[in-house]
Every structure is written in C-alpha cells, then in structure tokens.
C-alpha cells in the first residue's frame, strides 16, 4: 500500500493551469516537511516546492510565482496549483514527506525524504 498517491496530472497548453494532489496516510501525517519533486525525461530529479509544518513555504526559483504548495490537514492531502505553466514544466511530479529540516525551513535535498508517492506526468505543449 503506497504511503503517498499522486492525481491530477495530463496533459495542458502553455499559460494554462493545472492543479495536483497527494493523498498521504496517517502514519506520516506528523511529517514536519512535506513536498514536491519532478523528473523531467533525462534530468534528474528537482526539488519543486516544500511546505513545513503550519504553513511555510519554498519554492524552486523556476516555479516561484507561478506554483503554490497547500496543504488541507483534515484531508490528509497536498496540493500543488500550477498556474502559467511553461513548456520546461513538462514532468513526472512527485510528493514526498518526512523530509529534512534547516533553519524552520524543509530541505530540498530528495536523499533527505522517506516517503513517495509513484508520481503523476504533467506533459505542456506549446
């Protein structure tokens, strides 16, 4: 049983919006540090978007902007709203959980993450 589901991903047109979420289970609601990743064709994996318990936020400054990162506590679920979306967004995007910490912030590292879920593509055409 995944941990972590990934949905809301397919296909969009650039500038266009598209929003994802991630249903985690309740072993890992405590996890200070949530986020999301993605895996472009023949790139490695990057760090999107993490969230720290309550609220903060980061973000990578090639999404700043133009994704944001939530969380509803009582669903268990993350969601990462993906507005003006650029072709270099195209992607398998991931979420995590039990991530690092640093400073009141979550780290970007994915060694640093214990949960995953299997992802869901994101594909933006021009």
């Known amino acids: 049983r995944d941990d972590m589901v990934e949905s809301g991903g397919g296909s969009v047109q650039a500038g266009g919006s598209l929003t994802l979420s991630c249903v985690y289970s309740k072993n890992i609601y405590s996890s200070i540090c949530m986020g999301w990743f993605r895996q472009a064709p023949g790139k490695e994996r990057e760090g999107v978007a993490f969230?720290?318990?309550?609220?903060?936020?980061n973000y990578a400054d090639s999404v700043k902007g133009r994704f944001t990162m939530s969380r509803d506590y009582a669903k268990n679920t993350l969601y990462l709203q993906m507005n003006s979306v650029e072709t270099d967004d195209t992607a398998r995007y991931f979420c995590?959980?039990?991530?690092?910490?640093?400073?009141?912030?979550?780290?970007?590292?994915?060694?640093?993450?214990?949960?995953w879920g299997p992802g869901t593509q994101v594909t933006v055409s021009s």
């Open positions: 995590a959980a039990d991530g690092g910490q640093a400073g009141g912030s979550c780290t970007s590292n994915e060694l640093d993450y214990n949960y």
């Open positions: 969230m720290y318990y309550g609220g903060t936020t």
